[in-house]
């Protein structure tokens, strides 16, 4: 029996998920990640676990066919970390290191987490059915991935689909992005500032709003669920977000044209009360031709990373 191994390292976790070699999930493990831990420390208790995960499933490591990797940050050639934020890595070889150290001796690769999470939709998600696809992932940032003929758009350095990063702003903002940047998408649309522009506009006036009192105790849950009951700056935050974010959509829809854009990430479980917003504006602003690419809600969840990691490696017959 070949199995494969797709892990999801993030920066609070890392998650390791088992598939079959019918691309079945059959078990899934996490281990404590963070910015505290040195990379060589977290990398052997990532090997650790995952010879464990084998042996408590009675599987010798010579069935392993791969593990494939998707990493918060940006990839080179499909085996170099360039640099990683959230786990406070700078450049890291972590195939060399897996293969050299850690002595696996299987295919391993390694992509960015959003790119990753992006192949797992069209390998199992809600693209199942297409082959090109731009992803974005809305959450504390903004992360994007893009998806062409069932291969990941990269780059020449790792950045393919930083959709977050885009300076579409008119107006910089006086507040820097976590990039450096000023006209960022990611300083409207991420699930911090669409909260901070909900305080911009309580702010402004003594308008009544289900919001108030404004202390920044509420969610974006509360924002969308606001919008759902009429609230009228509720309903101007997500027109804003949305038409901001539906105008970037419309950019990469006239320079990738993809058979459809999937929405993920957190503040895509407001479902509908943010897709039909975000529609009409892309709408407004996209090119004739891609005027109705559709524009749908992710269904892979957390577990994307795991299942686009695991495609990573597994054969083309069998992923295909």
């Known amino acids: 029996m070949t199995v494969y191994i797709g892990i999801d390292l993030g920066g609070t976790t890392a998650k390791f998920g088992l598939f079959d070699d019918k691309g079945n999930l059959c078990k899934s493990v996490s281990i404590p990640t963070g910015k505290e831990k040195e990379q060589n420390v977290l990398i052997h208790e990532m090997a650790v676990r995952l010879r464990t995960l084998l042996a408590e499933e009675n599987l010798a490591e010579s069935e392993l066919g791969g593990i494939g990797i998707g990493v918060p940050g940006p990839v080179v ?48 998600g809600a693209a199942a059915d297409k082959s090109s696809i731009v992803f974005v992932i809305i959450g ?40 450096g ?24 006036s003594d308008e009544p709003s289900s919001l108030r009192p404004y202390n920044g105790g509420y969610d974006t849950r509360a924002i969308f669920r606001g919008t759902e009951n009429g609230d009228p ?19 990469l829809g006239a320079t990738i044209d993809p058979e459809c854009f999937v929405i993920g990430g957190g503040v895509s479980n407001a479902g509908e009360v943010l897709l039909v917003p975000l529609r009409e504006a892309y709408r407004r602003y996209a090119f004739f031709a891609t005027r109705e690419t559709p524009i749908v809600r992710a269904t892979l969840g957390n577990k994307a990373g795991m299942i686009g990691a695991a495609r990573l490696v597994f054969p083309l017959e069998v992923g295909a």
């Open 77 to 124: 050639g499909h085996a170099i970390v360039n640099g990683c934020v959230n786990l406070s890595w700078g450049v890291v070889p972590l195939v060399e290191m897996l293969r050299e150290k850690e002595e696996f001796i299987c295919p391993i690769i390694v992509e960015n987490d959003a790119d990753v999470a992006a192949l797992g939709e069209v390998w199992q």
């Open 140 to 179: 504390t940032g903004i992360g994007g991935g893009v998806i062409l003929n069932n291969q990941i758009l990269s780059g020449t350095n790792g950045a393919g689909g930083e959709i977050g990063h885009m300076p579409i702003l008119t107006e910089p903002f006086d507040f820097a992005c976590g990039c």
């Open 181 to 204: 940047g000023h006209h960022c998408l990611e300083q409207v649309c991420s699930a911090p500032n669409i909260i901070r522009y909900a305080g911009v506009l309580l702010a402004q």
């Open 233 to 251: 700056i509720c309903r101007r935050v997500v027109d804003h977000v949305t038409d901001v974010l539906g105008r970037g959509l419309a950019v």
